[in-house]
Each structure stands twice: as structure tokens, then as C-alpha cells.
């Protein structure tokens, strides 16, 4: 009987560790700035860990509960992020009421869940007044929860940073009038890569604001970690908002070295990163067969190369 007990105990203790890790939100509850970190509500440096969601328009079979049940339980993801397409057919702007329909289900669930989710307005052009009106909704409904993450421009592309600061300080600002803390990600020029311009000059007024870097490993390598790299010396609080080990269109080969670089950093610098996509294009980056469920769990036979290494390393970083 001794050495029964003896042998449950230690899975008993590593079954509790796991519980208490796969629950992010009672463990580390509202979040906040500090410098150039995420932090906990007492302060501690935090680093989220989680998956991306593709494009809500297109992909509106896993914009369910049970794919954040899954990802939460089966890939210990800390946090989903929750692209809503404002571009491309049947998007948000033109049919809303089926966007919300696909949102939902996910915002809700990872509340439910006790995970993170970020509202990622999913777009490569300013639409400032849509936004705003977007963004209070939400920021009035789902304020009160710590779970929230807005996201309010996925990738500029023409946009200068000038301009962004105007339209970061008006949709920010809307988003304030319900929601005085959740943290708020701004995006930066050309395909969220120009962080340097961001150092030499962020916003003003706010707090709790960071600001999204995206990295494809095949295509961005030391130069673009340098420039990350730099501007969190510089105190510029940075989040990788959406990554992936493939070239930078999603698909072409897959380089895990750069990848492993590119997280390597992101641990060593305290930065939060998210992998793209939980989707079923035949592309790189996407992560599952088109024969994997809706809902998951998924076997490793429907998961595919780059998706493997995606949970692969959340149950390494985020055990």
C-alpha cells in the first residue's frame, strides 16, 4: 500500500501543477503593464502562450467552444486569439451579425475557460469609425472580464506610424470609456515589423497599451529579433500577436531553427507569443487536415507538420 501511495502521489502533484497552469486567469487574474512587461495583477513578469484562430470568414467551423476547450486542455494554450476578418467575403463589415456569431462562442468559452482571448480586429486597412463602434461594443459587454485582449488593427501595411497613432488614441480612447484596464494591442507599419518606429516614438496618455511584432521564421530572421530586441531595451512593451515557423505568405518550408530562435527570445526577453492558425488550408502554416474535426481533441494524423511543432512547444514552455 506504501508504495502505492508512493508511486500516486507524485501524478497527484503533477496533475494539480498542470490544473493550476491550464487555469491562467485565476492564476495570474488582471493584467498589466510594466515597463516593457506583462504582468500579472501583483506585478510578476507574465508571458502568454497561444494559438491563433484563422480568419473567422473563412475558416467558421472551429469558431466554437470546444476548439478553446481543446486548446486550453490538449495544447495548454494560455491564450486564443480570435481573428475576425474585416476584409475578404462575407467579413465583418459587411455581414456582422454572422461575425459575432463565429466570436461568440470563443470570447465566451475562454472566459468560461479561464484563458485569455484577444479580439483581433483582423484587417490590412484603416476603417477608424467602424472600429470604434466595434470596439465599444465589445469593450461595454466583455469589459469587466480580465480575459480580454483587444487587438484593433491586425497588420497595417501602407499605414505611417503617424497615422496609427491617430487611430490607435481613437479607438483606444473608445474602448476606455468602458474598459479602464484590459491591455489594448496596436499594431505597427508595414505588416507589424517596424517596431523601431514605435520606440522612437509611442503613444502617449495610455497605459496598459502594447504593441504587436509578427515574425515568419522562414522569411524574418536576426534582423527583425534585433529590432525587437532593441525596442524592449528601450522599454517598448511588445507582443507577438501572430507568428509562424513558415516563409512570411504562410506557406513554403518550414524552418523549426529560426522558430526555436524566435521563441528562445521571446522566453528569454519575458515577450507573449501566438502561433497562426488553427485552419485547414492547404498551406504551411495552417495546422490541421481538412478531414480534422471542428471541435478537436485532434490525433496527431489530422494535426499537421507545423502544428505538431506549435504544440510541441506550448507543452514545453507552458507544461
Keep these: 500500500m506504501k508504495k502505492l501511495i508512493a508511486f500516486l502521489l507524485p501524478l497527484c502533484l503533477l496533475s494539480f501543477q498542470s490544473l493550476k497552469a491550464q487555469d491562467p486567469v485565476k ?10 512587461q506583462l504582468c500579472d495583477a501583483q506585478g ?8 491563433s484562430l484563422g480568419w473567422h470568414n473563412l475558416w467558421p467551423r472551429f ?7 481543446t486548446l486550453k486542455h490538449d495544447w495548454h494554450a494560455s491564450v486564443v486569439r480570435a481573428a475576425m476578418g474585416i476584409m475578404i467575403e462575407d467579413n465583418y463589415l459587411e455581414n456582422p451579425q454572422y461575425a459575432m456569431q463565429c466570436m461568440t462562442p ?7 475557460q479561464n484563458v485569455y482571448v484577444i479580439i483581433d480586429w483582423h484587417s490590412h486597412l484603416t476603417k477608424t469609425e467602424e472600429a470604434k463602434a466595434f470596439f465599444g461594443k465589445m469593450a461595454k459587454k466583455y469589459g469587466k472580464y480580465p480575459h480580454v485582449i483587444y487587438e484593433i488593427y491586425n497588420e497595417p501595411v501602407e499605414d505611417t506610424w503617424a497615422d496609427l497613432k491617430k487611430y490607435a488614441s481613437e479607438v483606444i480612447g473608445e474602448i476606455r470609456k468602458y474598459d479602464p484596464d484590459n491591455i489594448v494591442l496596436v499594431g ?18 495610455f497605459q496598459n497599451v502594447m504593441y504587436t511584432v509578427h515574425f515568419y521564421a522562414a522569411t524574418h530572421g536576426d534582423y527583425l529579433r534585433q529590432r525587437t530586441e532593441e525596442a524592449v531595451r528601450r522599454g517598448i512593451p511588445v507582443f507577438i500577436s501572430e507568428s509562424g515557423a513558415t516563409e512570411a505568405s504562410g506557406d513554403g518550408r518550414i524552418d523549426p531553427e529560426s522558430e526555436e530562435q524566435w521563441i528562445s527570445m521571446c522566453e528569454r526577453l ?11 488550408k492547404n498551406e504551411s502554416c495552417s495546422m490541421l487536415l481538412p478531414r480534422a474535426s471542428a471541435t478537436g481533441p485532434w490525433a496527431d494524423d ?6 505538431k511543432l506549435v504544440k510541441q512547444l506550448l507543452k514545453k514552455y507552458n507544461p
Design 44 to 51: 510578476r513578469p507574465v508571458i502568454l502562450r497561444g494559438v
Design 188 to 205: 505597427c507599419p508595414h505588416w507589424d515589423q517596424d517596431i523601431h518606429l514605435v520606440a522612437e516614438s509611442p503613444l502617449e496618455g
Design 27 to 36: 492564476k495570474w487574474g488582471q493584467l498589466q503593464v510594466k515597463g516593457a
Design 63 to 69: 469558431y466554437n467552444k470546444k476548439v478553446v476547450q
Design 270 to 280: 519575458g515577450i507573449s507569443w501566438v502561433c497562426w492558425s488553427i485552419s485547414d
Design 106 to 112: 470563443v470570447i465566451e468559452s475562454a472566459i468560461k
Design 302 to 307: 489530422v494535426i499537421k507538420e507545423y502544428g
